[in-house]
């Protein structure tokens, strides 16, 4: 029956990241789990504000199956708080020390758009800056990534936490996030970083009706040749239009991150790693046995 399996094309290529001098292949799709150490999350069952949820999140998260972890002390939610780098640096310093001294062969991403928070976690010695501004909050992230040879998420937002949700308005979507992301990555490139992520941005400076729109044409972020980081795990653009809440959100959660998977994602940046890396496991049999 072989001859009545169509040819799978959405993920027909391997990418490789130099983290840190040591190449890391992506033949398969990946799951990041997310460790928020905020008080002020959209999703309150996220937050992890004391150092026993902290290693209690991450011991969960790599059990259950995650490559990557991404840790986080800064909120992003719309309207969020401003916090100075120093405040973000106490609310994550335990969860990198652990994560790196417990979990070796995770690799260990840090959120943060701020420059002294990035050359703080990345002189401890984690192996992503992930940047939910994509370089325009402080673009000498691009340089400070690139000083220790380590991979950077180049995300799609307009403004700030604070602003962003006033700022989303666009003649065509797909075509300015592409061309607003593109200049960012030649930006990004002329500063020295060679290894980039593209992440669309879902959530930011974009309502849930954009959010969807965008989300239908995910595969074109392919021609970037980058790999490509889909995080919608439990966003609006889920629980708004199944007129719900964050924490009822799983199912509408996996529906999506299927979809994502079919569009060619190659991480998938979720706060329930068990079921993301089930849903890859299902999905790698249909598609390559």
């Known amino acids: 029956m072989e001859f009545l399996r169509s040819e799978n094309t959405t993920f027909s290529r391997e990418r490789v990241l130099n983290i840190r001098g040591k190449l890391f292949t992506i033949s398969t799709p990946q799951v990041m789990g997310i460790v928020n150490c905020t008080p002020d999350s959209f999703y309150p069952d996220s937050r992890s504000t004391t150092i026993e949820k902290q290693q209690k999140l991450i011991d969960l998260h790599v059990k259950n199956g995650a490559t990557w972890l991404d840790i986080g002390g800064y909120s992003s939610r719309p309207g969020a708080e401003h916090i100075s780098e120093q405040g973000e640096i106490e609310r994550i310093k335990f969860a990198i ?149 964050p924490a009822d959100s799983l199912n509408g959660t996996t529906v999506l991150n299927t979809i994502a998977l079919n569009k060619g994602a190659d991480i998938l940046r979720v706060h329930d790693v068990k079921e993301a890396v089930e849903t890859v496991k299902l999905w790698e049999i249909i598609n390559y046995k």
Not at 160 to 183: C, F, H, S, W
Not at 212 to 234: D, H, M, N, T
């Open 97 to 245: 020390a652990y994560a790196l001294e417990t979990y070796p062969e995770v690799k260990i991403s840090v959120d943060t758009f701020q420059s002294g928070v990035a050359s703080y976690a990345l002189e401890q010695g984690i192996h992503l800056i992930n940047d939910i501004s994509g370089g325009l909050i402080n673009p000498e992230l691009f340089s400070i990534t690139a000083e220790h040879r380590a991979p950077y998420v180049l995300m799609h937002m307009r403004g700030t936490p604070q602003t962003m949700a006033k700022l989303n308005r666009y003649d065509n979507i797909l075509r300015d996030v592409i061309v607003e992301l593109g200049t960012q990555l030649e930006r990004a490139r002329s500063a020295g970083l060679n290894d980039i992520i593209i992440d669309p941005g879902f959530g930011f400076a974009k309502n849930s009706e954009q959010n969807l729109e965008l989300f239908s044409f995910l595969e074109a972020f392919q021609l970037f040749e980058c790999p490509i980081l889909v995080g919608i795990s439990r966003k609006s653009m889920i629980y708004k239009t199944l007129e719900t809440d």
